[in-house]
Nanobody, 129 residues
Framework: QLQLVESGGGLVQPGGSLRLSCAAS????????IGWFRQAPGKEREGVSC????????SYADSVKGRFTISRDNAKNTVYLQMNSLKPEDTAIYYC??????????????????????WGQGTQVTVSS
């Protein structure tokens, strides 16, 4: 069974930090690039970040560049998104996803949800005073 599970979301004050985790089971995450996405109420799902299978290449949306860091620990079959200096506009459900067809590298600079085959259930991030 192929499964992705996000965790680490929660309520944080502006300027605070959270680390999201995306844990995979049923397949070897090492083979695939992983994308992080987010979706705020009433808005379309947008690509946030992508990391290649080895972790050697990363990309970020302009809105999060310099504040978010994507990383992976292939031995743990897990990808992380470290989020610092959080802003209220970062409030959203965050999802990780796998592009099985393209595999080892990010297909585009910013991940496009139409390219991704498997998704986690999402984890809620709320940035508020």
């Amino acid at each position: 069974q192929l499964q992705l599970v996000e965790s680490g979301g929660g309520l944080v004050q502006p300027g605070g930090s959270l680390r999201l985790s995306c844990a995979a089971s049923g397949f070897t995450l090492h083979y695939y690039a992983i994308g992080w996405f987010r979706q705020a109420p009433g808005k379309e799902r947008e690509g946030v970040s992508c990391i290649s299978s080895s972790g050697g290449s990363t990309s970020y949306a302009d809105s999060v560049k310099g504040r978010f860091t994507i990383s992976r620990d292939n031995a743990k079959n897990t990808v992380y998104l470290q989020m610092n200096s959080l802003k209220p506009e970062d409030t959203a459900i965050y999802y990780c996803a796998v592009d099985v067809s393209f595999s080892s590298r990010c297909r585009r600079y910013l991940p496009d949800m139409n390219d991704y085959d498997y998704w986690g259930q999402g984890t809620q991030v709320t940035v508020s005073s």
